[in-house]
């Protein structure tokens, strides 16, 4: 029985470190790009969810899934959106933070661990914001 014991251990061992069990924040807006050349393309138009500064969103391309948060007029955030502690994709967020579904990690917009239990942060990538269209990588 030692077996079932150390499982149900390992169980609450990625609880996410909150007493309730439940895993903060809302599903992030979802923002498509195009991959051209090995660089990630999205357009950002008033209606997006990036337009202005505090924006955040799951970025979806045959490139990758990025997670994207707008810092100032001209600057953004780009990391990866797969969680570094069991490769779920992060894809909710509270008003500060990135938030993983599966077992609550949490995340700042430049992808350094804020709540385990991941301890290695996101990747983050390079972005360049010119005539409303952001490019990442």
């Not at 990391?79 to 609550?104: F, I, L, R």
């Amino acid at each position: 029985m030692a077996g079932g014991t150390g499982a149900l251990a390992l169980l609450s061992a990625c609880s996410g470190g909150n007493a309730s069990g439940s895993i903060p924040g809302s599903p992030l807006p979802t923002v498509s790009g195009t991959v051209i050349n090995g660089v990630v393309s999205v357009s950002i138009d008033t209606g997006s969810p990036l337009a202005t500064m505090g924006g955040m969103a799951l970025v979806n391309s045959s490139g990758g899934v990025f997670l994207v948060a707008r810092t100032g007029a001209n600057s953004f955030t780009a990391v990866t959106a797969q969680c570094t502690h069991e490769a779920c994709v992060v894809s909710g967020a509270t008003s500060s933070t990135y938030v993983c579904p599966c077992h609550g990690s949490e995340f700042d917009t430049s992808g350094h661990v804020v709540v385990g239990p991941a301890v290695t942060p996101l990747r983050q990538f390079p972005t360049q914001f010119t005539s409303n269209v952001l490019t990442i990588g």
